[in-house]
């Protein structure tokens, strides 16, 4: 198994401003992954981030909006820049080494 | 990409009822979890089960990956399993494809 945390658990910002969230696990790990839920919705897949390399992106997101850091095998930053209310949404990060685990989550409020 | 179904999309019972919800995907998979999201937003690993059955507790799935669907059984139902359901396939690495979750509501 592997515990995943986040922070922060939530917060609330003001639009044009960006908010950087980080995960970090409790073994290495080669790939982590970040996730949007937006109100009432299910996860979709923002990025994968390898260690050393440019994350991937999929489709609908882009690294201008997202960039994302993976500095060592156990840890991940997510940014979400340039905020609008749009971006009000949970995010979430993911790892495992069979079985993917998640963090608790980062409840984003943006006005 | 693969497509994952999940039906009923909503679902209200008695407590002490019985219930099953489907998982359909459109493609072979590597990994297939299902997960139960509190109220609190937080995912909770119910099953990893790529094929096979599983059982913990009140609660049992089972995955036919020749078929892609999976199966998951809640008996007895309580109070506390109300939240949303998902099941979410991964084909490569644990990049993990979610269904649009079925809501369960367990009433007293």
């Known amino acids: 198994s592997a515990v995943i945390s986040q922070k922060p658990s939530r917060d609330i910002c003001q639009r044009g401003t960006s908010l950087t969230i980080q995960c970090q696990v409790d073994?290495?790990?080669?790939?982590m992954f970040w996730y949007r839920q937006q109100p009432g919705q299910s996860l979709t897949l923002i990025a994968t981030?390898?260690?050393?390399?440019?994350?991937?992106?999929e489709s609908g997101f882009v690294i201008d909006k997202f960039p994302i850091s993976r500095p060592n095998l156990t840890f991940s930053t997510l940014t979400v820049s340039n905020m609008s209310p749009e971006d009000s949404s949970i995010y979430l990060c993911?790892?495992?080494?069979?079985?993917?685990?998640f963090g608790q989550g980062t409840r984003l409020t943006v006005v | 990409g693969i497509q994952v179904e999940q039906s009923p999309p909503d679902l209200i019972l008695q407590e002490g009822a019985n219930s099953t919800l489907r998982c359909n995907f459109s493609?072979?998979?590597?990994?297939l979890q299902w997960f139960h999201q509190n109220p609190w937003g937080q995912l909770i690993n119910l099953f990893y089960?790529?094929?096979g059955t599983k059982q913990n507790g009140r609660l049992s799935a089972t995955t036919v990956a020749t078929e892609r669907y999976s199966l998951l059984y809640i008996s007895s139902s309580q109070t506390t399993d109300s939240g949303v359901y998902f099941c979410a396939v991964g084909e490569n690495n644990n990049d993990m494809r979610f269904g649009a979750g079925t809501r369960l509501t367990v009433k007293p």
């Open positions: 089960i790529p094929s």
């Open positions: 981030a390898n260690q050393g390399s440019e994350a991937t992106y």
């Open positions: 073994s290495q790990v080669t790939m």
């Open positions: 993911s790892a495992g080494h069979v079985e993917a685990f």
């Open positions: 493609d072979s998979v590597n990994n």
